[in-house]
Structure formats: structure tokens, C-alpha cells
T-cell receptor, first 108, second 114 residues
């Protein structure tokens, strides 16, 4: 079946540190998105990135569709970056499969 | 430009009851998908509506049903509620069903079953 694996499951950083989150997916992709879920449960769109590289401020993402993985980079982390990061892999016309998430805790 | 809106924000029900959750898509979007997120897990796809029809369905029983209205808004109905239905229910909207457009999520409805 379709699988989306995220690593690491948990990450603790000191404010100012950099990190890389990884998402592996099991099938050909026509859409991949990264989300940040804040402590209130809101899912915030970070990137729509079925392939290539995008940057938005301190965040950037790269998807290598041929090798079935995507990376989310967080630089100079801040306490407001804390929360759970999900990748969601889209396969077969809008049927999204979410990973189990990476729980990030940025300490001041 | 209004984003995806969901109502109510919180809901408490008892086992065996029925519940209806509502979603208004982002302006300009015509496709609505529903997800269930249990505590500590990623969202799970329930179903998707496009052109007022259910187009895709995840592994959820028939107790979960939905509807899409001509204005693209949608409802999720759950019958015969079980304790395990307690979760955050998320609605997402997108443009078209071809799969090459990003999904935008609402803030969700937290459903608690007693």
C-alpha cells in the first residue's frame, strides 16, 4: 500500500539551530505539500512542491520525485517554529496521504 | 479573500448520536476533502467531493457520509457515533480534481464523544 514515512519523529533544537526533516513516499507523486500544525491544531501550508526546490524566508524545501523523497530545511529556528510538521503526498487524484509527522520543540 | 471555514469549532456528543459538520471552501475552490485526525496521528483521508458527488473515499465505514452543495460548501455526517470517532475533523479545499493544485485546510472541528 501507499506509505509516507517521516523522520525524525521527534526533534529538540536550541533556538538558532538548523534542521532537516525528511519525507519518503512509496509511489509516483503528482503533488506533495509540507504543513506546520501549531499547538491549536491549525494546519498551515508551507510548500506545495511536487518537484524541485522552493524557499520562503528561513524555510526551504526540496523534492526529488525520481528518488521519492522530500526534505524540509529550517534555518535559524525560533520558538514559534515549534509544532508538528507533516508532509502529505498526493496520489491518484487528490487522495492525500499524510505522514505521521515530526514533532519539533525549539527551546529558548 | 476568505479561507476555508469550518463550523462548529468544538462539539460534544454521546455514543449512538449523529453529528453534522460544515465546511465552506476557500473562495474560488470547487473541491472539498474531509480528513479525520486522531490525537498524535496524521490526518486520514475520509472522502472528497467534486461537482456535488463523492469522487474518492478512504477506508471509513458507511456511517461516514457527506454532501456538497451547489455553492461548493460541504457537510460531513457521522451516524451511530463511537468513542473512537473522537478526533479533529479537518476540511480542505482545492481547485479542480486533477491533483495538481495545493489543498488549503480549515481550522477543524474538535469532536468529543462521551
Amino acid at each position: 500500500g501507499i506509505q509516507v514515512e517521516q523522520s525524525p519523529p521527534d526533534l529538540i533544537l536550541q533556538e538558532g539551530a538548523n534542521s532537516t526533516l525528511r519525507c519518503n513516499f512509496s509511489d509516483s507523486v503528482n503533488n506533495l505539500q509540507w504543513f506546520h500544525q501549531n499547538p491549536w491544531g491549525q494546519l498551515i501550508n508551507l510548500f506545495y512542491i511536487p518537484s524541485g526546490t522552493k524557499q520562503n524566508g528561513r524555510l526551504s524545501a526540496t523534492t526529488v520525485a525520481t528518488e521519492r523523497y522530500s526534505l524540509l530545511y529550517i534555518s535559524s529556528s525560533q520558538t514559534t517554529d515549534s509544532g508538528v510538521y507533516f508532509c502529505a503526498f498526493q496520489y491518484n487524484f487528490n487522495k492525500f496521504y499524510f505522514g505521521s509527522g515530526t514533532k519539533l520543540n525549539v527551546k529558548p | 479573500d476568505a479561507g476555508v471555514t469550518q463550523s462548529p469549532t468544538h462539539l460534544i456528543k454521546t455514543r449512538g448520536q449523529q453529528v453534522t459538520l460544515r465546511c465552506s471552501p476557500k473562495s474560488g475552490h470547487d473541491t472539498v476533502s474531509w480528513y479525520q485526525q486522531a490525537l498524535g496521528q496524521g490526518p486520514q483521508f475520509i472522502f472528497q467531493y467534486y461537482e456535488e458527488e463523492e469522487r474518492q473515499r478512504g477506508n471509513f465505514p458507511d456511517r461516514f457520509s457527506g454532501h456538497q452543495f451547489p455553492n461548493y460548501s460541504s457537510e460531513l455526517n457521522v451516524n451511530a457515533l463511537l468513542l473512537g470517532d473522537s478526533a479533529l475533523y479537518l476540511c480542505a479545499s482545492s481547485l479542480g480534481r486533477t491533483g495538481n493544485q495545493p489543498q488549503h485546510f480549515g481550522d477543524g472541528t474538535r469532536l468529543s464523544i462521551l
